[in-house]
């Protein structure tokens, strides 16, 4: 059985967190902590919590997720300009770097 605190702290779940963030759907999600308990993850969760901060069983994996994640970030400021949204646009330009951070750079060391 995985708590929350070890959901988070792995690599693979937090990208799956952030695809989700980053996806045209919902934007809200539900931790279930018992049968009986089901609460609200903020909006901004994954702001303090970026892929490349988590632990990886295989460092390979980084390079992987680095390459899918920035295909996501990309697909998502396309569709925040399209549609106007300057302000979401923006928010995310300016965090694209902390969303990055500790996923090696194409051909690079680690941010």
């Known amino acids: 059985l995985m708590g929350y605190r070890s959901w988070k702290g792995r690599g693979w779940c937090r990208m799956e967190r952030m695809a989700h963030v980053l996806s045209q759907g919902s934007k809200c999600m539900l931790l279930a902590t018992s049968a009986e308990r089901v609460v609200h993850l903020g909006p901004y969760a994954w702001l303090l919590d970026p892929v490349g901060g988590a632990a990886f069983t295989a460092e390979g994996d980084k390079e992987l997720l680095r390459e899918a994640l920035e295909a996501s970030i990309d697909r ?7 549609t106007g949204r300057l302000d979401v646009y923006r928010h995310l330009k300016a965090r694209r770097a902390l969303l ?8 690079g060391p680690n941010l």
Request: hydrophobic letters at 45%.
């Open 76 to 82: 998502k400021l396309g569709r925040l300009l399209r």
């Open 100 to 107: 990055l951070q500790g996923l090696p750079a194409a051909g």
